[in-house]
């Protein structure tokens, strides 16, 4: 029998929950933590993609993602194989890691948005020695929304939930904690978490399916490229042996893998023929060009009309 497909939207904002398989810690270490913490930066940037709020516990993490309309399914593939594969490495196991596919419901309006906040938040309640001192667990967000800790990884856009409760960030932050305190032990809270408990039975992914896509035509994509970059596509895809074609092949590569989550199969066939590797390679290089230089990082924005 199939399984149901997964609620998805292009503009959603979604709660994710991961948990690791039942006879195994998640996170054994605070090295652990720190580590999926890098990974979680690493890929909201690679992907464009904003965190709201997070918590690590030792069997599992909550995560307040808006994916900024990259495919939430692609996104999480990646950050959990890139620590299934350092967590295996780290402790000579193999096998899986995770509890099958991670659980995630959509997040649609202001209500439901603080009080999951408040939820992920107030996790820490049930770890020894923060029964109280939530805001002071490390691996949690709570710290760096009530000012009692900066955001060491960058990784948090506090300003669109503190902003619900005030401009004056001072005020907002001493709001959010109340709202956040007054919640803890609310049957709101016992009744967000049944919810995302039942997205692991009723919100799983069809294979089927096709991804949720911030482009649906290559040949348009790589057209706006071409205007952004100012240059003549597909013909400079074509041509090899060129530093520049080089650059420019690693930056389509690394787009299209971004903004229309395209597997590197079907890049493929549009950047020509290359192994798996290769467009790996290929992705990962154009990643490091929008991250180090103006003029890709400005053709990349346009792409997606920011700043």
């Known amino acids: 029998m199939p399984r149901a497909a997964r609620k998805k939207s292009g503009e959603s904002m979604y709660h994710v929950m991961s948990r690791s398989i039942s006879e195994i810690d998640l996170f054994r ?23 709201y709020a997070y918590c690590l516990m030792n069997s599992h993490v909550h ?9 939430i399914s692609s996104f999480m593939l990646s950050l959990n194989t890139a620590y299934v594969t350092y967590y295996n490495r780290r402790y000579q196991r193999h096998g899986h890691l995770f509890q099958g596919r991670f659980a995630s419901t959509i997040v649609d309006n202001d209500t439901y ?5 408040a939820y ?7 770890l ?13 967000s709570y710290g760096i929304y009530t000012g009692c800790r900066k955001d060491a990884e960058g990784l948090v856009d506090t300003e669109f939930l503190l902003k619900l409760f005030s401009y004056d960030k001072s005020l907002a932050r001493q709001k959010y904690r ?39 035509s290559p040949e348009e994509l790589i ?17 090899k042996y060129s530093r520049e074609t080089s650059s420019i092949r690693a930056f389509v590569t690394y787009v299209m893998r971004v903004l229309c989550g395209y597997t590197y199969k079907r890049i493929c066939e549009y950047i020509g023929n290359m192994s798996m590797s290769g467009i790996s390679r290929l992705s990962n290089e154009g990643f490091r060009l929008f991250s180090r230089h103006v003029r ?8 997606i009309q920011v700043g």
Request: charged share 35%.
């Open 29 to 51: 270490c605070d090295e652990d933590k720190a580590y999926y913490l890098t990974l979680l930066k690493r890929y909201t940037e690679k992907y464009y993609c904003k965190i």
């Open 63 to 71: 995560l307040y993602i808006n994916p900024c309309g990259f495919d």
């Open 113 to 117: 948005s603080l009080t999951l906040s």
């Open 120 to 126: 992920i938040h107030n996790n820490a309640k049930d």
């Open 128 to 140: 020894p020695d923060y029964a109280g001192k939530e805001e002071l667990y490390r691996y949690s």
């Open 178 to 216: 109340a709202f956040t305190e007054c919640m803890r032990e609310t049957g709101i809270m016992k009744e967000v978490d049944d919810r995302i408990l039942r997205a692991y039975t009723e919100n799983e992914y069809r294979s089927e399916k096709k991804p949720v896509v911030r482009y649906e």
């Open 223 to 239: 057209r706006k490229i071409g205007e952004a970059l100012g240059e003549r596509l597909p013909e400079r895809l074509r041509t």
């Open 296 to 303: 890709y990082r400005h053709a990349f924005n346009s792409l």
